[in-house]
C-alpha cells in the first residue's frame, strides 16, 4: 500500500484490529519476491464482517459528529459547557508519495518509518493549525473546576492498580468508568456494524478467543524477543539473522527485533533528561543533529534487513505458513465462522 489511514478513537474489537494488522505486516511487498495480496482464507471470513462504507473517510467524519454531539449533550448534564470538536477523531491519511511502505524505495527513503514517513509534513501542518474551540472556555475555569471538568470530560486518572492492569496488559476499558467520551462511544458502537457486534456477540465469544492461537502459533506475544513458536518460521529467522549478522548487525531474532530496537532507542531520544520535570522550556527534543544520525542507521539497517529478507523470500514464505494455519483453523471451525456470518455478515445486515 501506499498510504495508509489511522481511525482515531475507532474502537473496533481488539482481535479484528489484531487480525487485520497481522494480516497487513505479511502481506507487505517488503523483501518478498511475488508477494501476492490475497486475503488468507480466514481473514476472508473476518472481511466479511464489513462494508467499504466502514473504511471510507466520510464514515468516520459522520460517527465522530454524532459522538462529539453526544458529548456536548453529557458534558452540558454535568454542568459544563462543550463545544463539538469536528477535529477531534474523523481519519488522517498518512500520506500518498507513490511510495510503497515496506518497498525496497521506501527503506531507501524512510527506513522503518521512525523518524519521518510519507505525509509527516501534512500531519505537523495540521497538528499546529489545530484549534480546540473548548481551550477557552477550560481556561476560564478555576483549578478545581478544570479538574472536575476532565474527570467529566474522560473520567477519573487511572489508578496504581490501573496503571499495573497497563502494563501487564490485563487493564480492561470501562466505558462508564470513561466519562461523557467513554458514555458517547458507547453509544456509537453500533454505528461500527457487523465487527462490533459480531465481537461482542457471547455466542461466538469462545470463537474470537480461540482465533488467538492461529497468529500465537507465528508470533511470540509474551516475549517478542524470542524465535517464533513456528519451527519453519524460526528457521527463516535463522537464516534471516545470519544474514543481518554478516553485514555487521548482531543479536537480531527476528525482523521484528531490529525495528523494536530502533524504536526504543527513538523514544529514549524523545525522553526529556532526568531532573527536568514538569520544566521543559529549556529542552526542545533531539537535536537535528541526533535525528539525522539516527535517520541515518535507521534507513542503513532497513535497507539490509529488506534485502536479507528478499535474499530468502521471507515474506512469501512466512505467508505461506500463516495462510495454512489459517486453512486448519477455518477447516476446524467451519461450522461456527458460517453461523457467525450468517448472523453477523455485512451483506446479511443489508438484506
Request: proline fraction near 4%.
Amino acid at each position: 500500500m501506499s498510504s495508509r489511514t489511522v481511525s482515531a478513537r475507532a474502537a473496533l474489537p481488539a482481535i479484528l484490529a489484531a487480525s487485520l494488522l497481522t494480516l497487513v505486516a505479511c502481506s507487505g511487498s517488503g523483501g518478498g519476491k511475488n508477494a501476492s495480496d490475497d486475503e488468507g482464507p480466514l481473514s476472508e471470513y473476518l472481511s466479511s464482517l464489513s462494508s467499504a462504507e466502514t473504511e471510507s473517510e466520510e464514515f468516520y467524519e459522520r460517527i465522530n459528529a454524532k459522538r462529539e454531539e453526544l458529548v456536548a449533550e453529557c458534558m452540558a448534564g454535568e454542568g459544563f459547557d462543550y463545544q463539538p470538536n469536528s477535529q477531534n477523531g474523523g481519519t488522517s491519511t498518512l500520506g500518498d508519495d507513490g511510495i510503497e511502505w515496506g518497498s525496497l524505495e521506501f527503506a531507501e527513503q524512510y527506513g522503518y518509518g521512525i523518524v519521518d514517513w510519507p505525509g509527516l509534513a501534512e500531519m505537523e501542518q495540521q497538528s499546529e493549525e489545530y484549534v480546540d474551540p473548548n481551550q477557552g472556555y477550560v481556561e476560564s475555569l478555576s483549578e478545581s473546576e478544570q479538574q472536575a471538568y476532565y474527570e467529566a470530560l474522560s473520567g477519573p486518572q487511572p489508578s496504581e492498580e490501573d496503571m499495573a492492569a497497563m502494563e501487564d496488559g490485563a487493564y480492561e476499558w470501562d466505558w462508564t468508568q470513561s466519562g461523557c467520551y467513554g458514555a458517547a462511544d458507547h453509544e456509537v458502537q453500533d454505528e461500527y456494524g457487523s465487527a462490533m457486534a459480531a465481537y461482542e456477540d457471547p455466542e461466538f465469544a469462545e470463537l474470537f478467543e480461540s482465533m488467538n492461537a492461529v497468529w500465537s502459533e507465528l508470533y511470540n506475544y509474551d516475549d517478542p524477543g524470542a524465535p517464533s513458536p513456528n519451527d519453519d518460521v524460526a528457521k527463516l529467522d535463522r537464516e534471516w539473522s545470519e544474514c543481518m549478522a554478516d553485514a555487521g548487525y548482531t543479536d537480531l531474532v527476528s525482523p521484528q527485533t531490529a525495528m523494536d530496537g530502533l524504536n526504543e532507542e527513538w523514544n529514549t531520544l524523545q525522553t526529556p533528561p532526568e531532573g527536568t520535570g514538569d520544566d521543559l522550556a529549556g529542552w526542545s527534543g533531539p537535536s537535528d543533529r541526533q535525528k539525522s544520525e539516527f535517520q541515518q542507521r535507521e534507513i542503513e539497517m532497513a535497507v539490509t534487513d529488506w534485502k536479507c529478507k528478499d535474499g530468502i523470500d521471507y515474506e512469501q514464505q512466512v505467508r505461506t505458513v500463516q495462510f495454512d494455519l489459517e486453512q486448519r483453523f477455518v477447516d476446524e471451525h467451519r461450522a461456527e465462522l458460517d453461523a457467525l456470518i450468517a448472523k453477523h455478515g455485512a451483506d446479511q445486515k443489508k438484506s
